[in-house]
T-cell receptor, first 114, second 111 residues
Framework: KAGVTQTPRYLIKTRGQQVTLSCSPI?????VSWYQQTPGQGLQFLFE???????NKGNFPGRFSGRQFSNSRSEMNVSTLELGDSALYLC?????????????FGAGTRLSVL | AQRVTQPEKLLSVFKGAPVELKCNYSYSGSPELFWYVQYSRQRLQLLLRHISRESIKGFTADLNKGETSFHLKKPFAQEEDSAMYYC?????????????FGTGTKLQVIP
């Protein structure tokens, strides 16, 4: 099976712009979670989607949003970019998204905000 | 609120020495705990989870609810164990995943 695929791998944006990141989960996985990884804060949970519904979210401002499509592919959007949004954004998929499920991670999208 | 603490940013040990990576958690319910590992230039991947009670690559971790700890141990470190290790707790409402990661510990095994 193909692994979790994230596109694009690298992005450079300027402050105030918006960005959309994409994640294709492992075939058959219906849960997709998003994380922000920075050197100072480590991995921080953004949100989790299952069957096109957001079930849990972390403590991020409303500028961070996501969605999931009927084929389980997910997108994450960040509007009005700030310098502090520069980070590696990781997507992880799991079969059902229930507690205890193993998560499989993508390689990430590295976002640089100038 | 759920929280995971990994007190050591870097742990250096000699090859053949025992390894213990510390992880403490805070969670009001019954926790689901994991260790994930990231080798150089590879993706983050599962190492082990407490419900499986298994040993992977010689590593074990025991959940101690009294001390709210889930330390990762290996009796004899190998050079290939050098990597970044993250402790993670899966909580969340409705039984769904809301995973909190610790800040990670870099394990460096000295030949």
């Amino acid at each position: 099976k193909a692994g979790v695929t994230q596109t694009p791998r690298y992005l450079i944006k300027t402050r105030g712009q918006q960005v959309t990141l994409s994640c294709s989960p492992i075939s058959g996985h219906r849960s997709v979670s998003w994380y922000q990884q920075t050197p100072g804060q480590g991995l921080q949970f953004l949100f989790e989607y299952f069957s096109e519904t957001q079930r849990n979210k972390g403590n991020f401002p409303g500028r961070f949003s996501g969605r999931q499509f009927s084929n389980s592919r997910s997108e994450m959007n960040v509007s009005t970019l700030e310098l502090g949004d520069s980070a590696l954004y990781l997507c992880a998929s799991s079969q059902t998204g229930y507690r205890g499920n193993i998560q499989y991670f993508g390689a990430g999208t590295r976002l640089s905000v100038l | 609120a759920q929280r995971v603490t990994q007190p050591e940013k870097l742990l250096s040990v000699f090859k053949g020495a025992p390894v213990e990576l510390k992880c403490n958690y805070s969670y009001s319910g019954s926790p689901e705990l994991f260790w994930y590992v990231q080798y150089s230039r590879q993706r983050l991947q599962l190492l082990l989870r407490h419900i499986s009670r298994e040993s992977i690559k010689g590593f074990t971790a025991d959940l101690n609810k009294g001390e709210t700890s889930f330390h990762l141990k290996k009796p004899f470190a190998q050079e290939e164990d050098s990597a970044m290790y993250y402790c993670a707790l899966s909580g969340g409402s409705g039984g769904y995943q809301k995973v909190t990661f610790g800040t990670g510990t870099k394990l460096q095994v000295i030949p």
